[in-house]
């Protein structure tokens, strides 16, 4: 019984990986296609978010500048949704 099961097994697993290759020949296409559209650019021409807009860094006084602001804006919400109820 063990036997059949890695039979049946074996076979569920062939079936996924046809289909999973079969998935990823049709997206390589449409990568294919969207690449002649934009002209033949590699990969490596196209260009990165994190690389167009660096990481910005805040100092330690713009960021208690930020805090303080946000929670005084939090306490006159939470002082008109009072007012109103």
Not at 9 to 32: F, P, Q, S
């Amino acid at each position: 019984m063990a036997r059949g099961k890695s039979n049946q097994n074996t076979a569920i697993l062939e079936y996924a990986l046809h289909h999973l290759e079969r998935e990823r020949d049709e997206i390589e296409a449409k990568i294919d296609h969207v690449r002649r559209q934009l002209g033949n650019r590699t990969p490596a021409a196209l260009p990165i978010s994190s690389e167009r807009h660096p990481k910005r860094v805040l100092s330690e006084a713009a960021r208690k500048r930020i805090a303080a602001a946000q929670k005084r804006r939090w306490a006159e919400h939470r002082k008109a949704k009072a007012k109103a109820a």
